[in-house]
């Protein structure tokens, strides 16, 4: 949510180095915000910045849902886009290798399933402090399983933990992280033993790139919307997601490790910060975390 890390500069640079080429190998599309804010410096704070015991209701999605809609409506409405048949989302922070040869599995994928559905990657990262034994697709607040018998119980408990404190709060968004429920699904979804490494049906899954195809957003118009829930907690892929009301994949195949020194969201001392504060000062959160660790 922020403006100056960096990523705009690199994108200017490399639009640059191709314009100067005979023949650019790219072509680079670089959005801007209007002629009083070309280069889009929009000063707005990190949503990991955010002082969780002034405001314990702070977003922690923030602006990203806003902001991924305007990027959506933009390629949307271009003329030269209207043949465009997919459209790749991704965190440029990611630090691997896109998985190339990933990328044209999914779109070959039996069935035309990636003609018809979104499809994840299965990005995945070492989970910290366990020395490599755990090593789970990284984005945990975008995963939402396919809902069976099976994991009922599961998503009941999943449920209840979030439901620690009542919605709008700060928690809401960050017990999908924390919950030792939520890694248990995707884990349990991401098992070779179970889905024999062919593409596995969920309701909401991102893992840093995810392929959409675009019929299939177009077909759904105005609905197609990414958004953060009632009270602003709910991470915005999920949001988009429902939006297109139909199932979505994740491709196995499609796999990129994380570096263990860059992972995934946010790192260091902030990542220790925005935990800490979004758990202290709240005595159920912590007496359920302290007592999972025990047992």
């Given amino acids: 949510n922020d403006s100056d890390d960096g990523t705009r500069h690199a994108f200017r640079m490399w639009a640059k180095t191709e314009s100067r080429r005979e023949e650019p190998r790219y072509n680079i599309d670089l959005m801007s915000c209007g002629p009083k804010n070309p280069n889009c410096e929009l000063g707005l704070m990190d949503r990991y910045e955010a002082n969780l015991f002034a405001n314990p209701k702070a977003s922690g999605v923030g602006k990203l849902g806003e902001f991924r809609q305007i990027a959506l409506e933009y390629i949307l409405s271009k ?7 997919h459209m790749i989302i991704l965190d440029v922070d990611l630090g691997t290798s896109l998985s190339p040869l990933g990328l044209l599995h999914t779109l070959g994928l039996k069935g035309d399933i990636a003609q018809e559905h979104a499809v994840a990657s299965s990005s995945s990262q070492v989970w910290p402090g366990t020395s490599g034994t755990i090593i789970p697709p990284y984005d945990l ?7 069976t018998e099976f994991n009922r119980r599961v998503r009941q408990m999943h449920s209840s933990f979030c439901d620690l404190m009542p919605a709008g709060d700060r928690w809401r968004n960050m017990c999908e992280a924390c919950s030792p429920m939520q890694l248990f699904m995707i884990q349990s979804a991401s098992d070779p033993g179970r889905n024999h490494r062919q593409p ?3 309701v909401s899954a991102f893992n840093g790139l995810t392929l959409y195809p675009l ?14 829930g009632d009270d602003g907690q709910r991470c915005e892929h999920v949001g988009f997601h429902l939006s297109l009301d139909a199932p979505m994949y994740v491709n196995p195949k499609w796999s990129m490790n994380l570096r263990p020194s860059q992972p995934g969201g946010p ?15 709240r005595p159920n959160v912590m007496f359920a975390i302290v007592a999972g660790n025990f047992l």
């Fill in 267 to 281: 790192t260091g001392f902030k990542a220790i910060k925005t935990l800490v504060t979004a758990i202290v000062g």
């Fill in 141 to 147: 607040s975008a995963f939402r399983p396919k809902e």
């Fill in 215 to 228: 019929n299939l957003i177009r077909h759904r118009g105005k609905d197609a919307r990414y958004d953060a």
């Fill in 79 to 85: 003329e030269e886009y209207k043949d465009y048949s």
């Fill in 200 to 202: 596995y049906e969920v």
